[in-house]
């Protein structure tokens, strides 16, 4: 079962415009998780969200956990090169009871940007 | 080094082959965890060790998988009889830890190292 589902899979773009990837899932999680990862490279962490409703920006990035805590985005405004990547999101839960230290992590966003 | 540290980076081996892949985390994180990579899929989780102790298992794919921990540093996951479906990137990750027991993913950013990829011929 795919807990969490990001879209669109795969996405290549041209230098300067905006884009939008999104993480979903039924299931409610008590914080998400952006990660990006380049060839060769092991993912590397962007942000945490953990309040529903939460909006964090880093840079051209903007980050929103929906209300209910069950799906998140990621807005990136004026891309660039740089910002090309696998963008994976991860979810902290689902809460079986008791403390939880899996992440659970989407199939990612293939991202490219093109000069 | 400052970092999550992996070896080898590639490893070919031949079906049946036994290999080992090593993990060396951040100094002073008590957590680690092991993930598999393969094309077209997510991280997968494989197991978590609180210091050399893994309280969870349950991601390891089969019998033929084990991973081990010492001294609340070092992890080497080992494949035995490796398969071709076994092929993929093995990922390690480290992180502070939650001294009451267990740990909260999310509060406590992963650190991942740049993985071993494993190809089985």
């Known amino acids: 079962t795919q807990l969490l589902e990001q879209s669109p899979q795969f996405l290549s773009i041209q230098e300067g415009e905006n884009l939008t990837v999104y993480c979903n899932s039924s299931?409610?999680?008590?914080?998400l998780q952006w990660y990006r990862q380049e060839p060769g490279e092991g993912p590397v962490l962007l942000v945490t969200?953990?309040?529903?409703?939460e909006v964090k920006k880093l840079k051209r990035l903007t980050f929103q956990f929906g209300d209910a805590r069950k799906d998140s985005s990621l807005h990136i405004t004026a891309a660039q090169p740089g910002d090309t990547g696998l963008y994976l999101c991860?979810?902290?839960?689902?809460?079986?009871?008791?403390?939880?230290?899996?992440?659970?992590f989407g199939k990612g966003t293939l991202l490219t940007v093109n000069p | 080094g400052a970092g999550v540290s992996q070896s080898p980076s590639n490893k070919v081996t031949e079906k049946g082959k036994d290999v080992e892949l090593r993990c060396d985390p951040i100094s002073g994180h008590t957590a680690l965890y092991w993930y598999r990579q393969s094309l077209g899929q997510g991280l997968e989780f494989l197991i978590y060790?609180?210091?050399?102790?893994?309280?969870?298992k349950s991601g390891l794919p089969s019998d033929r998988f084990s991973a081990e921990r010492t001294g609340g540093s070092v992890s080497t996951l080992t494949i035995q009889r490796t398969q071709q479906e076994d092929s993929a990137v093995y990922l390690c990750?480290?992180?502070?830890?939650?001294?009451?027991?267990?740990?909260?993913?999310?509060?406590?950013?992963?650190?991942f190292g740049p993985g071993t990829r494993l190809t089985v011929t």
């Open positions: 991860a979810g902290d839960g689902p809460y079986s009871g008791g403390s939880n230290y899996k992440l659970t």
């Open positions: 969200v953990v309040t529903g409703g």
């Open positions: 990750a480290s992180s502070f830890d939650d001294p009451r027991g267990g740990v909260l993913a999310g509060l406590y950013e992963q650190y």
């Open positions: 299931s409610v999680f008590s914080s």
């Open positions: 060790f609180q210091g050399n102790s893994a309280p969870d």
